[in-house]
């Protein structure tokens, strides 16, 4: 979820909306919003999001901006496919010397 000036405000999960259906009183989508959200600035290290992501463990991370803008997500799925094409990418360019 994201305010007027697309600053991130919170998600809400399956999870989150399976919850509600027995709450008589949720009728706002910022009542099904996950607090706190997990956060980290766009241009944080790689292995500071691993270490929130292993650490905390979190399902995912919200990637924002200095103005707390979503610029994407980040996941331990989409860390190891970067860590991936880095790791054979260098070895298929050892291959071809």
């Known amino acids: 979820m994201v305010d007027e000036e697309t600053k991130f405000e919170g998600i809400i999960t399956i999870e989150d909306i399976r919850a509600a259906q ?9 009542d099904l919003q996950i607090r706190p959200i997990p956060t980290i600035r766009i241009n944080a ?3 500071e999001a691993f270490d929130l992501l292993i650490q905390e463990k979190l399902p995912f991370l919200i990637a924002v901006d200095s103005k707390q803008r979503v610029r994407g997500v980040v996941t331990k799925t989409s860390l ?18």
Request: a negative charge.
């Open 80 to 97: 190891v496919k970067a860590l991936a094409e880095v790791v054979w990418r260098d070895e298929d360019e050892d291959e071809d010397e």
């Open 22 to 30: 027995s709450k008589k009183n949720v009728t706002k989508v910022a």
């Open 45 to 47: 290290q790689a292995r």
